[in-house]
């Protein structure tokens, strides 16, 4: 029976067995990472990493199969564009477009000269290389940072909106890199002047532009009105998906780059009817190929080569993290964060990205480095990606301690805490409404309307100053300090409304509420069910749900269309 089942492993592809191995450990390491509450994307590493390591490699057709894998996770980086281009919002942009510019190009400009500084004359690389590494470095993940924001409830904090502002100029940032990123590879029969490469480059990618823009004018959305006439789902997918990979191929036949093709053709059909069809079909092949990519990233890793590399690679890991950390601090302080958000902005991107991983993938047969420098990269890459959701957890205790030793305390920016004082010394009989987000807006509106004074409490500094400039009486301070609340007047309000859904943050703010007036009517929202009651306990008097509310809108909305 042994032989037998040898016989019949020795007629099966290479390739097969090494996905159905990858898959199959992908799956294991990433259910007992879930129950740890870390990351999946640490278990496609260590799911690579296992494998390479195991000895398996050879018994799978060693390195050919393990190239045929590589270039299958390239599929994965093009769809990454793709649905990259797809989701780039314009709008998204012009709302953040301070904090995306001002911050973005702040974080990326100071990390790139000091790690190119760094790697220029540390490690004495050319100075393509030396560029290569610090744009690598200089990237943060967006997936785990976002995510990581997600799972702690503060995806609407103003840390999470800066981290996602540097984010879209680095997706911005990287499109265009990857467009030079022929100049900077040394090839063999290319002339090595600048200039001519340059000029050669701008014709191409001039050309480029003009055929994906006569596609996504006329061509492609011709192809995908006749598709979805057919009502075919099965061709509506293969449509979308050789539209993406048939602008990349050109892209790639111009010298352009797979990825910056797949980019174009993102956009092309971005402000189409079809784009969230478009994002459900992809989501899934790009997850899966994107897996792969992952996995193929671990495959690099040698283990042993890494424990002797360990005191240089924790050395990297720390460094960049600290100082991402540092400098994306003092920029979100520089911008208008408060102290603690600016921290958490800070920890959220201060990891290594996914197109770090990317560009020393594609970069590694140009050898502008050791070997032992690419282990030392990508492991430390892999490493602070991993490290970040714990990092981002612990950050919140860490910034509530630095608040309570004083840090920030006296320091407010661009606020003259005097004249908020002048003016909230008038206020009595008035309300308090902490955030100024839609919910807080019509609650203002309304309060107005019907002649109360309020007082906004809002953590945005940009909202706080377009409040301020329209009369509105604000306060740029934070629901979870004791000095915020005693600026607020609160012994002399007849009011206090908590209008954002973050359950933690609100039972902060009750906590000091009821210290300082147990009588004062309380209004609560509550994102969960499972928080109200909490809510409530800590002394909420009137608690809204998010989820009931919107069960109870739909059951109305149906009962409505229903005649009933």
């Known amino acids: 029976m042994l032989q037998a089942a040898v016989i019949a492993s020795a007629s099966i592809p290479p390739l097969f067995a090494l996905l159905a191995l990858m898959l199959a450990g992908v ?6 990472l879930l129950r740890l509450r870390q990351s999946m994307l640490a278990g496609y590493f260590i799911c690579g990493v296992l494998i390479a390591n195991s000895g398996v490699l050879g018994l799978l057709g060693g390195g050919e199969s393990h190239e ?61 290389g030396a560029v290569l590494v610090s744009v690598a470095l200089a990237m943060s993940s967006t997936a785990v940072s976002l995510k990581s924001f997600q799972d702690l409830g503060l995806e609407a904090s103003p840390g999470a909106r800066m981290a996602l502002a540097v984010a879209i100029f680095q997706d911005l940032f990287i499109i265009v890199f990857f467009m030079f990123l022929p100049l900077l590879l040394p090839q063999e029969g290319v002339a090595p002047e600048l200039m001519p490469r340059l000029g050669s480059l701008a014709l191409r990618g001039g050309a480029f532009v003009i055929l994906a823009g006569v596609a996504a004018r006329w061509v492609i959305p011709w192809l995908l009105n006749a598709v979805t006439r057919t009502r075919s789902r099965e061709l509506f997918t293969l449509s979308v998906i050789g539209s993406c990979v048939g602008l990349a191929f050109v892209g790639g036949l111009l010298g352009l780059g797979l990825a910056m093709g797949a980019f174009i053709a993102g956009l092309a059909v971005s402000e189409s009817i079809f784009k969230h ?35 240089p690679i924790c050395l990297l890991t720390v460094a960049l993290m600290l100082s991402k950390a540092g400098i994306i601090t003092a920029i979100a302080r520089r911008l208008g964060l408060a102290h603690k958000q600016a921290l958490m902005a800070g920890i959220g991107l201060c990891s290594a990205g996914e197109f770090s991983l990317v560009l020393l993938q594609q970069t590694r047969s140009a050898a502008l480095w050791s070997e032992d420098t690419q282990q030392t990269l990508l492991v430390a890459s892999a490493l602070s990606m991993g490290l970040l959701p714990a990092l981002l957890k612990f950050g919140i205790p860490l910034g509530d301690w630095l608040v309570k030793k004083g840090w920030g305390r006296g320091k407010p920016l661009k606020f003259d805490a005097g004249s908020l004082r002048q003016r909230v010394a008038g206020l009595s009989g008035h309300a308090i409404i902490c955030g100024h987000g839609p919910v807080g807006e019509k609650l203002n509106n309304a309060l107005r309307d019907a002649g109360v004074q309020t007082l906004i409490v809002e953590l945005n500094a940009e909202t706080a100053r377009s409040l301020q400039r329209e009369g509105q009486t604000v306060l740029f301070a934070d629901a979870c300090h004791q000095e915020t609340w005693e600026l607020t007047r609160l012994k002399n309000a007849r009011l206090v409304a908590l209008t954002f859904p973050d359950a933690t943050v609100n039972a902060q703010a009750l906590g000091l509420i009821r210290a300082l007036r147990p009588d004062i009517a309380v209004l609560a929202r509550a994102r969960f069910s499972s928080d109200v009651e909490r809510l409530k306990r800590l002394g909420a008097t009137q608690v809204v749900n998010d989820e009931t509310e919107a069960a109870k809108s739909i059951v109305d909305q149906a009962a409505k269309l229903q005649g009933t």
């Open 68 to 128: 045929q894998v590589s270039q299958m996770a390239e599929f994965g980086v093009v769809l990454l564009m793709f649905t990259l281009g797809l989701e780039f919002s314009l709008g998204e942009l012009r709302f953040l477009r301070r904090l995306a510019f001002v911050g973005g190009g702040w974080q990326m400009g100071l990390c790139i000269a000091a790690v190119a500084a760094g790697s220029y004359a540390v490690l004495s690389m050319s100075w393509q």
């Open 27 to 32: 799956v294991m390491v990433s259910l007992l």
């Open 277 to 311: 069809r478009i994002l459900a079909d992809v989501m899934p092949l790009k997850d899966l190929f994107l897996t792969l990519f992952f996995v193929s990233v671990g495959l690099m890793i040698d283990v042993r080569s890494a424990m002797v590399l360990w005191l």
